[in-house]
């Protein structure tokens, strides 16, 4: 079955970095474009970054570009998000999603907090 299981998050302050991890399993991971969301408190999930099946394209959410950078590995089937410049509103779960079969597969999230 598809599984994604996010890993990476943690406390972090103002100004730092953190890279997010989404190790996919049960399909073929370098057949299907791959997302990140994120879901503050009392809030939609929004969508942060996606990238294509074979990693050369990206797309990224307006307030996170030039700041985050999505990338995938799919010999490892991991797609990461390197998160840099971290502000206190970054702060949310984050997960991985991929759309297979006109199905969504989610991840349970990891969190990510931002505070000094």
């Known amino acids: 079955q598809v599984q994604l299981v996010e890993s990476g998050g943690g406390w972090v302050q103002p100004g730092g970095s953190l890279r997010l991890s989404c190790a996919a399993s049960g399909f073929i991971c370098s057949a299907y474009p791959m997302s990140w969301y994120r879901q503050a408190p009392g809030k939609e999930r929004d969508l942060v970054a996606s990238i294509s099946s074979g990693g050369g394209s990206t797309k990224y959410a307006d307030s996170m570009k030039g700041r985050f950078t999505i990338s995938r590995d799919n010999a490892k089937k991991t797609v990461y998000l390197q998160m840099n410049s971290l502000k206190p509103e970054d702060t949310a779960v984050y997960y991985c999603?991929?759309?297979?079969?006109?199905?969504?597969?989610w991840g349970q999230g990891t969190q990510v907090t931002v505070s000094s």
């Open positions: 999603r991929v759309l297979k079969n006109n199905y969504d597969y």
